[in-house]
């Protein structure tokens, strides 16, 4: 019996010292790895920040001695959300300006702009996110009122899109906007030989220019502002589409300092001095930041009808919409960047806008390849153009919450037959066989849960249109999920480390209360985020 006992000891001992240490076991959940064949498991092993297995919660207790242990519970795990188009920086700006989205009259606006004006004294106004097409009256609005309240204050309101906006005139005084002016692919709008206030797409420049630039403690604090909603909303990684360098280079700071946890793809604004500092330094390439791209404006938005469309809009006679620069400016850009070998995502909402990239792309694409060219939105398209996405392999960049913000007004813009070849989602993403999707938030709403049920339900949170939103144009849930992980990380070039739940990836990941996959339709929108993880650290948790 002495014997048999040291040896007993010695087995448990050998069996414990041969377990391969890690730093977390997560077990006893529903892992939906979004692998090539959609794998899903109970456990997952994670060290130094990724992934070393998923599997059967007895196998891997079994293999694995983890400093830290997490027992699930029966709760479902998906790889970390990313968000394919977005405007991050911008984001956390607006959290600290008046936010208007939702505001159903201007005189609602107007009450919002005098409290935040009483709590902030000094400076310009700043607001956001008002649209017209959300009010009893769906117009323009003027700037009578505000230059009654506000007579020495600059006031600078963005409709939601960020494609029109509306200064008082005390901020066109201080820009030097006339009555008469005129530029490319914008518009100032003049009633009666007066300013309305009321300026559209490349307009808007002429007074934004003027507001003062955040310094470094505003900027940072607008960052870690913007992260901290991010990771409450599942998102481990977003693509910041169109920054400057030097917002750029302020990022990497925050990330190599550890400040900074979120893990971005920046899209570099189309001007001369990111060119210059592009093509100088070459690209930037790190565990959180990726920077290959550059981001265009084909035209503008619908909600604003400053899109380019092949005809006139149904509610607006006589009027196409305009491009935002002329066709040379696109055609000489994607020459220097197909030279360059960068990336070009380029921002598509008309028909006519689209048909115009997309022929600009073809003439440098030159057939099927793997360089990924995205057009940002492609929203409105004419039925003989959706094969070219196929044709030349480029990639649909497509946020499905603007179908289900847009569809109680899309149709007076379009007419019903013009609006077949919009948000048509499942019909762009059978060319290429795959599509990410995103939200353009602060345009849209953050939450991943949200872009999920537009794109395979869509329909708004109360249930309309019963049928769904031209709903043969709906994905399918393991769609939606993959361009909401995989397909997204492929956008960006990324796939081989974030975006599934595999050996050697990234452990970024997020815990949801109830299955995406399973709930039943109208559920989805109360799923909730429990947790989420980058790099296998937990970086929020619901309270």
Known sequence: MKKVIPAILVIVFFSC?????????????????????????????????????????ADLEKRYDAKEKFDAQGKFIYPGFIDAHSHFTSYGFGLNEVNLAGTESWDAILEKIKKFAKENPDGWLIGNGWDQNDWDIKQFPVNEKLNELFPGRPVFLSRIDGHAAIANEKALELSGVKPGDKLTGGE???KNGKLTGILVDNAIGLVSSKIPEPNAAQTKEALLEAQNYCFAAGLTTVSDCGLGYETVLFIDSLQKKGALKMRIYAMLNDNKKNFDFAFKNGKIKTDHLSVCAFKFFADGALGSRGACLLQPYSDRPGWYGFLLSPQQHFDSSAKIISDK?????????????????????????KGKNDLRWRVEHAQVLNENDFKLFGEYSIIPSVQPTHATSDMYWAGDRLGKERLKGAYAFKQLLDQNGWEPLGTDFPVEDISPIKTFNAAVVRKDAKGWPAEGFQIENALTREEALRGMTIWAAKAQFEENEKGSLEKGKFADFVILDYDLMKEAPEKILQVKVLKTFVGGEKVNEKK
């Open 17 to 57: 010292s041969s377990k391969i240490k890690i730093d977390l076991l997560l077990y006893h959940a529903t892992i939906y790895t979004v692998d090539s064949v959609f794998t899903t498991a109970e456990a997952m092993a994670v060290k130094d920040g990724k992934i070393v297995e998923t599997g059967t919660t």
């Open 188 to 190: 100032v709008e003049v």
């Open 341 to 365: 070998g960068w990336q070009m995502c380029t921002h598509a909402i008309g028909d006519s806008g689209n048909r115009m990239i997309l022929n600009v792309y073809l003439k440098y694409l």
